[in-house]
């Protein structure tokens, strides 16, 4: 997966493995930085509803019909304690990562609902990223279980070398615990939130029940918190 976000006006960047963004650029010459109108020719219900079906190619579709708009809105509200450790086009690449894993959670629901949708995952992941930036400076050693699970998120869409500060402490810090657990508490959390797979897919992944593999998960959240006190020196 490309690491690099593109240059403003290009294409949005490739998508988990594979699915593959790679269409030609759909925004006029003459078009305004940040545009708030979608093309008239563009019809969006039918590519929602493709997408909400699995089409892939229709959600390519959509992240391009909202590109401009969102890395308007992620430069403009990026958290200014953020700016030094992290770029604004990591975070772009991350909000369409995570949308192609989430698309199935997306409710149409009025007007630029779709826009509305990246807006939120933006607006969430940005949080995450500030929160998982002030649970590395305090200390691994006072994270709860629930900031283990965002440090997780957080991650979730590294997968290349990043120039982010905060990116790479993040990975550093969390390859480092995941392999300080059990095999199985290790390939568990790393299937479920670097892969993004659900609990039915991490099961048939490692043989075993649905629940399981839920029971993994949870109890790897709370030794990967013992692991990464331990490891709090790296921090």
């Given at each position: 997966m490309p690491g690099a976000f593109p240059e403003e006006g290009s294409p949005p960047p490739?998508?988990?493995?594979?699915?593959?963004?790679?269409?030609?650029?759909?925004?006029?010459?003459?078009a305004r930085e940040g545009a708030g109108h979608m093309p008239e020719e563009v019809e969006e219900e039918p590519l929602i509803a493709r997408a909400?079906?699995?089409?892939?190619?229709?959600?390519?579709?959509l992240l391009r019909l909202h590109h401009r708009r969102l890395h308007v809105?992620?430069?403009?509200?990026?958290?200014?304690?953020?700016?030094?450790r992290i770029q604004y086009?990591?975070?772009?690449?991350?909000?369409?990562?995570?949308?192609?894993?989430?698309?199935?959670?997306?409710a149409p629901d009025g007007p630029?609902?779709?826009?509305?949708?990246?807006?939120?995952?933006?607006?969430?992941?940005?949080?995450?990223?500030l929160r998982a930036d002030q649970a590395l400076k305090r200390g691994a050693h006072l994270l709860a279980q629930e900031d283990v699970e965002e440090l997780l998120k957080a991650v979730v869409c590294d997968r290349t070398p990043s120039k982010s500060a905060i990116r790479r402490e993040l990975?550093?810090?969390?390859?480092?615990?995941?392999?300080?657990?059990?095999?199985?508490?290790?390939?568990?959390?790393?299937?479920?939130?670097?892969?993004?797979?659900?609990f039915d897919q991490i099961a048939l992944r490692m043989n075993r029940s649905p629940a399981a593999a839920h029971m993994l998960c949870n109890r790897g959240l709370k030794h990967l918190k013992e692991a990464l006190a331990s490891a709090s020196r790296y921090i």
């Amino acid at each position: 997966m490309p690491g690099a976000f593109p240059e403003e006006g290009s294409p949005p960047p490739s998508s988990p493995p594979g699915i593959f963004l790679c269409a030609a650029r759909q925004q006029s010459a003459g078009a305004r930085e940040g545009a708030g109108h979608m093309p008239e020719e563009v019809e969006e219900e039918p590519l929602i509803a493709r997408a909400l079906a699995g089409d892939a190619q229709a959600l390519q579709g959509l992240l391009r019909l909202h590109h401009r708009r969102l890395h308007v809105y992620v430069r403009d509200h990026m958290p200014r304690k953020l700016r030094t450790r992290i770029q604004y086009r990591d975070v772009l690449q991350d909000v369409y990562q995570l949308a192609f894993r989430g698309i199935a959670s997306f409710a149409p629901d009025g007007p630029d609902a779709c826009f509305r949708w990246f807006i939120t995952i933006a607006r969430n992941h940005m949080s995450r990223l500030l929160r998982a930036d002030q649970a590395l400076k305090r200390g691994a050693h006072l994270l709860a279980q629930e900031d283990v699970e965002e440090l997780l998120k957080a991650v979730v869409c590294d997968r290349t070398p990043s120039k982010s500060a905060i990116r790479r402490e993040l990975v550093e810090v969390l390859e480092a615990a995941l392999d300080r657990l059990r095999a199985e508490y290790g390939q568990a959390l790393r299937l479920r939130y670097l892969d993004g797979l659900g609990f039915d897919q991490i099961a048939l992944r490692m043989n075993r029940s649905p629940a399981a593999a839920h029971m993994l998960c949870n109890r790897g959240l709370k030794h990967l918190k013992e692991a990464l006190a331990s490891a709090s020196r790296y921090i």
